[in-house]
Structures are given as C-alpha cells and as structure tokens.
C-alpha cells in the first residue's frame, strides 16, 4: 500500500512537471499533443468499448479518420441521459473494476450520473488542479490553505483520522458548507485566523456566504495570497463582496466531477485557460433554443481509458473561444466567459427564454438584497423570488420594481416575494440560482 502511493505520488510529480512545461508550448505544439492522444483514445475506445464500437458503426465512423480535434464533430455528443442507459457498455473491457474510481456528479436535478475513473486519469487530474489553484498563483504544491466545499466527500462531516492527518500534517482547514451555521463559521474563521493560510478555496456561495457574516459584522481576518472559487457561478456580486471581505483577489475556477479541472482564470483574469493537455473543448450553437451568443460547452476527456467520455455535454454555457496568447504568456486556449448551467436557463410557458445571467443583473443595484433564489413552475407560470435582505426598509418599492421589470420584459404576471434567509441546495450541497421546478 505505501509503496502504491509513493508511486501515485511520483507519477503526480512528474505530470505536474510536464504541465508546468506544457502551459507555454507553441499552439503547434499543445495542437500536435492533443491529437496524438485523441487518436489514442478513439482507437481505443472503438476495440475496447462496446459504446463507442456500437456508435461507430452505426454512424459510419471509421476511427482512422478522427486525426485531429477538428475531426471530432462527427462523432455525435454524449449526454448525460446516455451515460445512464449505456452505463455499462461504456466501461472499457480491460477495466478491472476493483482498481477504477467509481465518482458521481451531485446530481442538481435529482438523478446523478455515475463515472468510472482510471489511476491514470485522476493523476493527470490531480497535476491539473495543482497547476490551476497553485502553480498558476505562485504557490507551492504542499502551500497551506482553507477549503470550504459542499461534499462530504471529499471534506466529511466529523474528525476522522484522515481529516485530523489533513489539519495537522497537510495544513489544511476544512468545513463542510453543506450544513454551514454562524456557529460553524465562528469556528472556521477562529481556525484560520490561527493557521493563517495563504489560500482560500470553495464554493462560490459558501465563500460569498461567509466574506457578507465577515462584513458585516467587522470581524478581522487575516489576508490569504489568493482565494479560489470553483463548483458554482461565480457573479460580479459576489467576487466583489469575497475580495472586500479577504482583502484579496478571487480566482474563477471550472471544472465538473465528471470531467475535473477544465479550465481556471490567471493572474490576467483575462478568460479561463483550458487544461488542455487533459480536455479538448468545444462550443456549439443550439438555434432551437439558444442566440448565438450562448453556446454549449462539449468536452472531451483525453485520459479516462476506463470510461471514455467522448464529445461529453456537460450541461454549461459559455460565449466564445480565445486562441490567441494571453498576456501572462501561457498559450493555453481560453473560454472567454462561462454564462452558467443550461438548466439555469427558463423556459417559459410563452417560449421566450431568461438566461440565469439576467438576474444578476437584476439585482446588482437593488442593495437591500444579500441573496436571492429565483422558481419558476412552467406548469402555473408562476415566478418565485427568494430573497434574503438587510433590512426590509423598502420592500414594497423593491418588489414593485421586481413585478413590474419581470411583467414588462417577459410577461409573467404569477410573481411571488417571498423574504428568508433559508435557501434550497442541490444534494452535493451547491447553491442554485435558478431552478426549473417543472424539471
């Protein structure tokens, strides 16, 4: 067992060496890279996943013709609802299963998809995130840092030994936000205080959560090199209030459990750098339902043998691609501007569409309000607004306001205020804006 995971280590090392390298590579060079492993994985996944052996044939693919990441687009997507009926035809045959990570999504809508991962994959994962929410901030591997994150998981709800081993030997201090109270915030900030770590990383909400208690009630902390979000949308709202809040810039990160790291923000905050080396990422244009400026992002794994998830929808939106090299000097394509989840979209009963983005902006200047959830029932067209405020000075004229912006712009007459401080969560304990009750 020690020696497997000296070997897990070593292997971790020396892809994080390699992406280190890799991330100032010529366009050339990062484009001849993904497609020696594309090909890699298409003639794999043709003989050895009955899926993709399957899905060829019946589309008259022949693998030999997917040489490049421009070839991919004629393989047709894979969706989630196609991961749960093909389950197991798309477990690779020379998988051993006692040797596979079995991993989930949280399963926003009530149904989680269910993934198997190879050790290869999760080292090249694990090399990712480093590079992302370390090395691209100046940080060292083994830097200390606060983790707030949803998952039992991977944080847990109790002092196990592991999580003891992780406060005393790795530095880390954890909570899990999922069933986050003041008196576990007072906790948490007494800890970092003490430990002073040099990175804050979580969920956007939880981290937006905790920087309004810090705020507003004037409790000093110390000041982290950098504070990472990740897992949920991160608005302009909220990144302002988390750097006031720690003194400190907020870094975008985005990635699925499906998938890990895809793409994460540098000191540039100039887009998302895709980790290409792992993920190809592809945006197309759904005219059924979407104006071309909201795309669907389509990833393709490069290192899941086990499982390979080829041309994979992962359920978020996202503007545009960026090529060109970014002024910190790293050549890594970038997403311009991730838009959200496409189940953050509402489809509403009259056809017309509101991009979860609209409520942002909303609210951006209603500053009363610290919070907010928006239902909509497709079913009664009724809207549900959410909202946690500061003080309830002006909330006829704020849900006046609210009333009458939505009827003009959409229609909608069945809007309902409610005020509360208690909002739902997914099962993995994410924060969600926007739901579709009718779903």
């Known amino acids: 067992m020690i020696k497997q995971k000296i070997n897990k280590l070593f292997n971790k090392n020396k892809k994080l060496e390699f992406l280190i390298r890799s991330q100032f590579w010529k366009t050339s060079e990062l484009d001849s890279y993904q497609n020696k492993k594309l090909v890699e994985l298409v003639n794999y996944a043709y003989q050895n996943v009955e899926y993709y052996k399957k899905l060829f044939l019946e589309n008259n693919i022949n693998p030999n013709d997917i040489k490049t990441t421009k070839d991919l687009k004629r393989i047709p997507i894979l ?13 690779s045959k020379k998988s051993n299963k006692s040797e596979l990570i079995l991993n989930s999504t949280g399963g926003s809508t009530g149904i989680p998809v269910k993934i198997y991962q190879d050790k290869n994959y999760n ?3 694990e090399a990712a995130r480093i590079r992302s929410w370390k090395v ?5 591997q083994n830097e200390r840092e606060a983790v707030l994150w949803g998952d039992i998981r991977d944080v847990g709800n109790k ?24 008196k576990k915030i007072k906790s948490f900030i007494s800890q970092y205080n003490k430990k002073k770590p040099k990175i804050i990383r979580g969920y956007a909400a939880s981290l937006y959560f905790i920087s309004d208690w810090i705020i ?21 709202k909220m990144r302002n209030c988390i750097e006031i809040a720690f003194n400190s810039k907020v870094f975008d990160s ?9 793409a994460s923000e540098c000191e540039r905050h100039n887009g998302y750098h895709i980790v290409a080396e792992n993920q190809i990422v592809e945006l197309i244009e759904d005219n059924d339902q979407y104006s071309s400026e909201f795309k669907k992002i389509i990833v393709t794994n490069l290192n899941n043998f086990a499982m390979p998830l080829i041309r994979y929808e992962v359920g978020d939106l996202a503007d545009s691609l960026n090529y060109e090299k970014c002024e910190c000097g790293r050549t890594l394509p970038r997403i311009n501007k991730i838009l959200g989840r496409e189940n953050e979209n509402i489809f509403l009963k009259n056809n017309k569409i509101i991009n979860g983005e609209y409520f942002e902006f909303l609210f951006y200047e209603i500053h009363e309000v610290v919070k907010y959830q928006v239902k909509y ?8 607004f959410t909202i946690s405020m500061k003080d309830q000075i002006n909330l006829n004229q704020i849900t006046s306001f609210l009333k009458k912006t939505i009827f003009n712009h959409f229609g909608i ?16 304990g994410k924060f969600k804006f926007v739901w579709m009750e009718d779903l």
């Open 123 to 125: 080292e090249w994962a």
């Open 254 to 262: 985005y990635g699925s459990r499906e998938l890990s790291q895809i």
């Open 413 to 428: 007459k069945n809007i309902d205020i409610k005020i509360s401080d208690n909002f739902e969560k997914s099962p993995s």
């Open 216 to 236: 507003k009630n004037q409790v000093n902390v110390s000041k982290p090199v950098c504070i990472i979000s990740s897992a949920e949308k991160l608005t302009q």
């Open 79 to 91: 969706t989630k609802d196609d991961i749960r009926k093909n389950f197991n035809s798309l477990l």
């Open 377 to 384: 029932s497709k079913f009664y067209d009724r809207l549900t």
């Open 159 to 182: 002092f196990s030994i592991k999580n003891i081993l992780k406060y005393y030997l790795l530095n880390t201090i954890e909570i899990n936000t999922f069933d986050l109270d003041i």
């Open 136 to 140: 691209f901030l100046g940080m060292q």
